[in-house]
């Protein structure tokens, strides 16, 4: 059975109210809750997570269409689908242009490490680079060839937006794309392996 | 406001530029007008309640700036035909406690009906124009002290939604409606170095204000920040007011994280009514001040750290 919530036009708390009130009145099923806006988006899923549900959310024309599963044990396919996905090869964070402290090795090491990655067993699914880690992906880095090979083998290659931003780095680019901390977050937590260097 | 032409005076030792909590007016060597106004839709059932947080909130400015209250006047607009006259009697009794409690004189306002309700007060306070207290002074090496517990906009959320624990909602009134006199007389004993109200902003919009005014970063330390007992139930249950998120939509790209906040990120961006104030002492001076230090003043340009 299938419930719609719509609470279009309602502000805080109202569309939690309005899902509280549909999920207790079900056992198992899947209720759409229909909000406009984002603060209400994060708060019924909030809700519905914290209520042991599984949420999915579609947006259409300004409206968000959320999808709260209760009560099924299955798995959505998209959720399925994301932590195959995250069988993949490990992610890679990088925050800093050398390994270890000590100036002039710590940057040979990155070097050696980067350039070394290609002939990983396992071969990382992307590379995130933040903090000083971003002189790696731009105009002048000694890895820059590394980087894409790696690249064009399939490895995805991210630089902190923040980051380049703060060094002034933004147009100097040289491989991979730019990304935020949504994406960083989602990348991190997505993945089955993280290491960092 | 940006695009208004806003006329400048040497009178005016402080005005618009730097998002402090009221305007400051020099009237001779040694004596200068504070002056504010802010007033609130209801964030508690109880209208005697409400009218005590909707006046601490409005004099909550003049201790921010360092100063004394003088004069108030009321600011009303009530639903004359949805509530009855008993409710602003209650509201302007809760008012006026806090008005005497502070010193300062009631000496008139202003209503009109309206569709909703909303009370708060003008207020016209005293300072000695040296000692005029702002959110630019922030040195590195401060200590930061919050007088408050955050998560005030959220239990105002829960309390909308009927979900508030009665022990979790009586914690916040009595948080919201004290005054700030006691914290802003101890940092002017203590030579406090910059001041600022945590109100709709939340602490991450008031304390990126004092930064950027202060050309320096906050350091904040997560395990330090008071915060209400429970609220962290009702942030799960996605009991948060709307501009948590609008906060952190704006100042996000000015925060840094050095260790995942988790679930108390959004007590960062909660929006207080009648918050508390953000204190940076000199660190020689901060020894034992009976608020929580939440963190430190770095040298830097205008950020936020979390740490």
């Known amino acids: 059975?299938?419930?719609?919530?719509?609470?279009?036009?309602?502000?805080?708390?109202?569309?939690?109210?309005?899902?509280?009130?549909?999920?207790?009145?079900?056992?198992?099923?899947?209720?759409?809750?229909?909000?406009?806006?984002v603060a209400s988006r994060e708060n019924v899923k909030r809700f519905a997570q914290r209520m042991g549900c599984t949420v999915e959310v579609l947006e259409k024309d300004g409206v968000f269409e959320l999808r709260v599963v209760k009560g099924y044990t299955c798995v959505l396919p998209h959720v399925q689908e994301a932590s195959e996905k995250a069988k993949d090869g490990?992610?890679?964070?990088?925050?800093?242009?050398?390994?270890?402290?000590?100036?002039?090795?710590?940057?040979?090491?990155?070097?050696?490490?980067?350039?070394t990655l290609r002939e990983a067993t396992l071969r990382p699914s992307k590379l995130l680079f933040m903090n000083t880690g971003v002189f790696l992906t731009v105009e002048g880095s000694p890895v820059i060839g590394a980087l894409q090979g790696l690249e064009g083998m399939g490895v995805e290659i991210y630089s902190c937006g923040t980051c380049l931003d703060y060094f002034g780095l933004k147009d100097k680019l040289a491989v991979g794309q730019i990304t935020n901390m949504y994406d960083t977050v989602e990348n991190l937590t997505g993945a089955s392996l993280v290491v960092r260097v | 406001?940006?695009?208004?032409?806003?006329?400048?005076?040497?009178?005016?030792?402080?005005?618009?530029?730097?998002?402090?909590?009221?305007?400051?007016?020099?009237?001779?060597?040694?004596?200068?007008?504070?002056?504010?106004?802010?007033?609130?839709?209801?964030?508690?059932?109880?209208?005697?309640?409400?009218?005590?947080?909707?006046?601490?909130?409005?004099?909550?400015?003049?201790?921010?700036?360092?100063?004394?209250?003088?004069?108030?006047?009321?600011?009303?607009?009530?639903?004359t035909c949805k509530l009855e006259m008993e409710v602003l009697e209650k509201i302007l009794a809760g008012g006026l406690?806090?008005?005497?409690?502070?010193?300062?004189?009631?000496?008139?306002?202003?209503?009109?009906?309206?569709?909703?309700?909303?009370?708060g007060l003008a207020v016209t306070g005293a300072i000695h124009p040296q000692e005029v207290v702002t959110n630019?002074?922030?040195?590195?090496?401060?200590l930061l002290f919050l007088t408050k517990p955050l998560g005030l906009g959220i239990v105002a959320t829960a309390i909308k939604g009927g979900l508030a624990s009665p022990a979790v909602a009586e914690e916040a009134g009595s948080?919201?409606?004290?005054?700030?006199?006691?914290?802003?007389?101890?940092?002017?004993?203590?030579?406090?170095?910059?001041?600022?109200?945590?109100?709709?902003?939340?602490?991450?919009?008031?304390?990126?204000?004092?930064?950027?005014?202060?050309?320096?970063?906050?350091?904040?330390?997560?395990?330090?920040?008071?915060?209400?007992?429970?609220?962290?139930?009702?942030?799960?249950?996605?009991?948060?007011?709307?501009?948590?998120?609008?906060?952190?939509?704006?100042?996000?790209?000015?925060?840094?994280?050095?260790r995942d906040p988790g679930e108390l990120?959004?007590?960062?961006?909660?929006?207080?009514?009648?918050g508390g104030l953000l204190i940076a002492l000199p660190s020689d001076k901060a020894q034992g001040f009976p608020w929580p230090c939440i963190g430190r003043v770095v040298k830097g340009d205008g950020r936020f750290r979390v740490v």
Do not use: W
Request: glycine share 10%; proline share 5%.
């Open chain 2, 1 to 79: 406001m940006r695009s208004l032409d806003i006329p400048q005076d040497p009178h005016l030792l402080v005005g618009l530029a730097t998002g402090d909590d009221a305007g400051v007016y020099k009237i001779s060597e040694d004596l200068a007008l504070i002056q504010t106004i802010d007033f609130i839709t209801p964030v508690v059932d109880d209208p005697f309640l409400f009218g005590q947080i909707a006046a601490a909130n409005a004099l909550s400015d003049v201790y921010a700036m360092g100063g004394e209250p003088l004069m108030a006047m009321n600011v009303v607009c009530f639903p």
């Open chain 1, 1 to 37: 059975m299938e419930k719609v919530v719509d609470a279009r036009g309602l502000a805080c708390p109202q569309p939690v109210l309005m899902t509280k009130e549909a999920l207790e009145e079900v056992e198992e099923g899947i209720i759409t809750v229909l909000v406009d806006n």
């Open chain 1, 90 to 115: 490990p992610v890679i964070l990088i925050t800093s242009d050398k390994i270890g402290d000590e100036e002039e090795l710590g940057r040979l090491l990155m070097k050696g490490f980067i350039s």
């Open chain 2, 97 to 119: 406690g806090k008005v005497k409690e502070t010193g300062a004189l009631l000496v008139g306002g202003h209503s009109v009906d309206d569709l909703e309700l909303k009370y």
């Open chain 2, 136 to 142: 630019a002074g922030a040195r590195p090496g401060d």
């Open chain 2, 265 to 274: 990120e959004i007590l960062l961006y909660d929006p207080q009514t009648s």
């Open chain 2, 175 to 258: 948080a919201m409606a004290s005054l700030n006199r006691e914290a802003s007389r101890q940092m002017r004993k203590r030579g406090v170095h910059a001041c600022t109200d945590v109100t709709g902003f939340g602490l991450v919009g008031h304390g990126l204000e004092m930064a950027k005014a202060s050309g320096v970063t906050l350091e904040i330390e997560l395990e330090r920040l008071p915060i209400i007992e429970g609220v962290l139930e009702y942030s799960s249950m996605g009991l948060i007011p709307a501009m948590a998120y609008e906060n952190q939509e704006s100042f996000r790209s000015y925060v840094d994280y050095v």
